[in-house]
């Protein structure tokens, strides 16, 4: 399964004090505080955190069929390796790993949550308004060679979003994201 | 305190992160902050935490994971207010 998350920097500043006294308490265990003290850019380490939570947390829903619910602090971010200069992070929740991928720009944090039997994927990102969802159809569509007209997504009982050809369920993991001036797309190709 | 008067004060706490503003016209306990009123989930943190101040107690996690809709807050709140 896929799960995504995007952060418009610049809105996010905006909508958002994450020095708000109590508010990383919600949302991050002691270790994750106290690598965003320790960060020379608080507010990117706190955004990436946040994103990681994000979308692990749409992956594992989407995963196990989980019903919704809100408790960022129970997705644990913990660093595991360093590939070529880059830290390698994973988010662990109730025994389950996710591997976590992320872009960071001066103006946007995007981050995507794997889980292992997810080998190969493809993103897309916009810095415009787009219909997401088309443009997800269309990229799907494409890639794997099927006819656009009867691709769909329809949303299931605990509204998470899956993909549809005619009537039958074409299984391929993705996620869509949107926030501010950005968007992104992500799925599975394997 | 009326159920009433708490789904109120509740109104009042959510409608500065309100982006889907219709939302607000019928608030009832079966509105839900992401789907009806569009809340950013960053934001629903705020929430949490402006109904901490504004009732003066406190939500541990476990009752924050439940907290989706106005009769979700509603409940919570009348449990810890007991």
Redesign the interface.
């Known amino acids: 399964m896929i799960g995504n998350d995007i952060v418009d920097l610049r809105l996010a500043a905006l909508e958002s004090n994450i020095y708000r006294p109590r508010l990383q308490g919600k949302i991050f265990s002691e270790e994750e505080q106290e690598v965003i003290r320790r960060a020379k850019n608080q507010e990117n380490q706190f955004w990436l955190f946040w994103a990681m939570k994000e979308a692990a947390y749409k992956a594992h829903q989407r995963r196990f069929g989980l019903r919704r619910k809100f408790n960022p602090k129970i997705f644990e971010c913990v660093f595991t390796s360093l590939e070529k200069s880059t830290l390698q992070y994973s988010v662990f929740v109730e025994g389950y790993e996710y591997f976590i991928r992320s872009q960071i720009s001066a103006e946007f944090i995007h981050c995507f949550a794997l889980s292992p039997a997810v080998k190969e994927n493809k993103i897309q990102f916009f810095n415009k308004k787009v219909n997401l969802r088309k443009r997800l159809i269309s990229a799907v569509a494409k890639h794997f060679n099927l006819p656009v007209e009867e691709v769909k997504i329809y949303k299931d009982n605990y509204s998470i979003p899956q993909l549809i050809q005619g009537i039958q369920s074409i299984n391929i993991p993705f996620s869509l994201s949107h926030h501010g001036r950005f968007s992104a797309i992500v799925f599975a190709v394997n | 305190m009326t159920d009433t008067e708490i789904i109120e004060r509740l109104k009042k706490i959510v409608t500065p992160y309100v982006q889907r503003k219709e939302g607000l016209e019928n608030f009832n306990k079966k509105t839900d902050f992401l789907?009806d009123l569009k809340i950013?989930?960053?934001?629903?943190?705020?929430v949490?935490?402006d109904v901490?101040d504004e009732f003066d107690i406190e939500i541990d996690?476990?009752s924050?994971?439940?907290?989706?809709t106005v009769g979700d807050a509603k409940q919570i709140i009348l449990r810890k207010l007991e």
Do not use: T
């Open positions: 789907n950013n989930s960053a934001n629903l943190v705020d949490v935490l901490e996690n476990e924050m994971e439940g907290m989706l």
